[in-house]
């Protein structure tokens, strides 16, 4: 199922980011929306790194927080050009970051299992990774079974 039926909206973006913190900065002011503000997404997303990095293996980390004014999840999608270290065994080039309302529980848990499973495709990694700019990475994400045909 494309994440773009599981979230209120995904964006993506081509990043130079030197660090996890300035990945983390970039991911949350693409989260951010009228609901919700960049630097309260920021600290929630770092807050979460703080209790165990959120690096899945790979070269992915899913970094994910909680925001009290979200109705619905939102999404941001980072090819990184240069990988970052995001405390587990390898830097960290794909980094798909996940705002989700405070109330979200069972939710949250399910959307991040989604994500595992979508990043678990290698065809999908690869697709992303070759992609050129955020419309690319867009439209993989709107159509992750092409992508992993491909």
Same mark, same amino acid.
């Given at each position: 199922m494309p994440l773009t039926d599981l979230m209120a909206a995904v964006s993506t973006q081509v990043l130079a980011a030197a660090d996890r913190d300035?990945? +983390?900065? %970039? !991911?949350? /002011?693409?989260? !951010?929306? #009228? =609901? !919700?503000? %960049?630097?309260? +997404?920021? +600290?929630? +997303? #770092? =807050? /979460? =790194? /703080?209790?165990g990095s959120t690096a899945i293996g790979h070269g992915i980390a899913i970094p994910h927080g909680r925001s009290p004014t979200l109705q619905q999840p939102r999404g941001a999608l980072l090819k990184l050009r240069t990988p970052v270290d995001f405390g587990g065994d390898e830097p960290v080039d794909l980094v798909f970051a996940m705002a989700v309302p405070e109330h979200y529980t069972h939710q949250h848990l399910m959307l991040l299992s989604e994500l595992a499973e979508l990043f678990s495709n290698a065809g999908i990694r690869q697709a992303l990774r070759d992609a050129p700019d955020a419309q690319a990475l867009q439209h993989i994400i709107n159509d992750p079974q092409q992508a992993s045909r491909g």
């Open positions: 300035t990945t +983390l900065l %970039a !991911a949350s /002011r693409l989260l !951010a929306c #009228r =609901e !919700a503000g %960049a630097d309260s +997404l920021f +600290l929630s +997303l #770092r =807050e /979460r =790194e /703080r209790v």
